[in-house]
């Protein structure tokens, strides 16, 4: 078990520019989550997928995100139209399906840097 | 609401205790979360505690939970340097799937 892997660590683009992001949850999880974080601030949480299947999406995720998991595994996280306000840094987290949902693990997180 | 309160900084010296503190709102909480993040990586989930529990002791952490305040507070016995990070207390209400996270304290520990 190597733990929740997400890939790029870091990000640096251009504003208007598409970016995606993956996500390997650890591999008997099959609860995945994807969070926010900025500056001097909390995670706050985006959206949330059992199996392949997304089933919470916050207000904060606006129209330019979409966020997929085809096949139950690895997760991506992509933002059209990029801009600065989306620099932050993206964490992924899975859980247990059942006995135990509560214990969130998070990934290393990709840092965005919106330029 | 569901808002997470901390205070900002705490300082210790090396080999004291350290308390950090929290404060929820959501009294539908089911699970209450410590977690900690260095510099530049992800959260590491420290403990967490069942919200029928007063306290839960792990190690060089113990953790305690007052409801009827809803306060919690995460002592680390003995703190190191390596201790030094960002410490976010977390809550999961009942019936829903996301952690909502305090803002985080900043613990520094001088020698």
């Known amino acids: 078990d190597t733990g929740v892997s997400q890939d790029p660590r870091h990000k640096i683009t251009k504003r208007g520019q598409n970016v995606t992001f993956r996500c390997d949850p650890i591999s008997e999880h099959n609860r995945l989550y994807w969070y926010r974080q900025t500056l001097g601030q909390g995670p706050e949480f985006l959206t949330y997928f059992q199996n392949e299947a997304q089933l919470e999406k916050s207000r904060l995720l606006s129209d330019r995100f979409s966020a997929e998991r085809p096949k139950g595994s690895f997760s991506t996280l992509e933002i059209q139209r990029t801009e600065q306000g989306d620099s932050a840094m993206y964490l992924c987290?899975?859980?247990?399906?059942?006995?135990?949902?509560?214990?969130?693990?998070f990934g290393p997180g990709t840092r965005l840097t919106v330029t | 609401g569901e808002d997470v309160e901390q205070s900002l900084f705490l300082s210790v010296r090396e080999g004291d205790s350290s308390v950090i503190n929290c404060t929820y709102t959501d009294s539908s909480s089911t699970y209450l979360y410590w977690y900690k993040q260095e510099p530049g990586a992800g959260l590491q989930l420290l403990t967490y505690?069942?919200?029928?529990?007063d306290m839960k002791q792990d190690q060089r952490l113990t953790v305690l939970l007052n409801k009827k305040d809803k306060h919690l507070s995460l002592r680390i016995a003995d703190t190191q340097t390596g201790d030094s990070a960002i410490y976010f207390c977390?809550?999961?209400?009942?019936?829903?799937?996301?952690?909502?996270f305090g803002t985080g304290t900043q613990l520094k520990v001088e020698l």
């Open positions: 977390a809550e999961y209400p009942g019936g829903g799937n996301k952690l909502t």
């Open positions: 505690i069942f919200s029928n529990m």
């Open positions: 987290a899975s859980s247990l399906g059942s006995g135990s949902v509560y214990e969130q693990y």
